[in-house]
Structures are given as C-alpha cells and as structure tokens.
C-alpha cells in the first residue's frame, strides 16, 4: 500500500491516515514533518521531496498526507493510490476548532489556540488562494493525476474506506 492524501488544513487527512494505518499496519509521514524548519519558515523544495524521497525507498508500504501540492507533485508517481479530501471549507473550519491538542506541532494546548484565528483565516482562503496550499493546486494534481484516486466531497465517506489495495 502506498496512499497519498492531500486537501486543505482540517480536511481530515491526519485523522484518515491513522484510520487508514490503523486496518492496515504501515510507515506513515506527515508533510508538515518535511515541509518546515525553525518554526514557521519553510524548507527549501528540494530538501523537502529529498526527504519524502528517502522516506519512500526506506519503506515498502506508506501513507503520506498533506496539503503541500509542491512537495507531492514530484513524488505521485511512487504512489497507488490517491485520495483527494474535499468537504468544504466550513467543514474543515469545524474540524480546526475540534482539533485536539497537536504536540509534535505545538508545545502546549494554549500554544496551539494562539494560532488558531490565522489557521482559520488561512482555511477560509483555500478556495482563492493561487499557492501550492489551494485548491487550484490541489485541483490540478489530482485531476492530472493518472493512477487510482478518490475524492471526498464528505468526511462521513473516509470511515467507508476499510483498505487499499
């Protein structure tokens, strides 16, 4: 199994792939893992598809998910399976505001509600923002992309996934 998930902050992504990795036992990598250093600043491009490059010849089955159209784009072609999570904004604003406490991201639950009015805001974009973080992007990768792929358009169909195969 090799799945790629992509969509917006709060599409449920994170929460599909430990569903996913949960019936089927398998290394797992978040792209905010790759795509960041010293805090907010972001890595150079190529650093970041080095990374998901050693990460996919390190292992035989993989789930990698997030909203980095520039880190995927490079390094689809490995995968079997795409899967594209599309709720709506309204949605993924929702599950920002239910999020649990991240602490690989955040050092306390206070740290994390700091930044929650700018995820929010940036959320809110997803559907005019031209950046590798939008929809247009998103869009375009999924639909050029030619092997298996799925859209969610509702976050009640991921639970209906039970494998990929």
Known sequence: MKVTLLGNAGAGKSSFARLLSNRNPVAYLS???VAFCNGAQRR???????????????????II?????????????????????NP????????????????????SKAEQ???????????RDYETRTDEYG???HRALFDG?????????????????????
């Open 65 to 85: 998910e997030g909203c980095y159209a520039d880190i995927l784009e490079p390094v689809l072609t490995h995968c079997d399976m795409l899967f594209f999570l």
């Open 145 to 165: 992309f030619s092997g298996n792929k799925r859209e969610f358009t509702h976050s009640s169909e991921y639970s209906s996934v039970s494998t990929v195969r």
């Open 31 to 33: 792209l905010d893992e």
């Open 113 to 123: 509600d700091q930044h929650l009015e700018s995820l929010i805001a940036w959320v």
């Open 135 to 137: 929809l247009q992007r």
């Open 44 to 62: 150079e491009l190529q650093e970041s598809v080095a990374d998901v490059e050693a990460f996919i010849a390190q292992h035989d089955s993989w």
């Open 88 to 107: 709506g904004v309204e949605v993924c604003i929702a599950h920002c505001l239910e999020r649990p406490w991240e602490p690989e991201k955040f050092a």
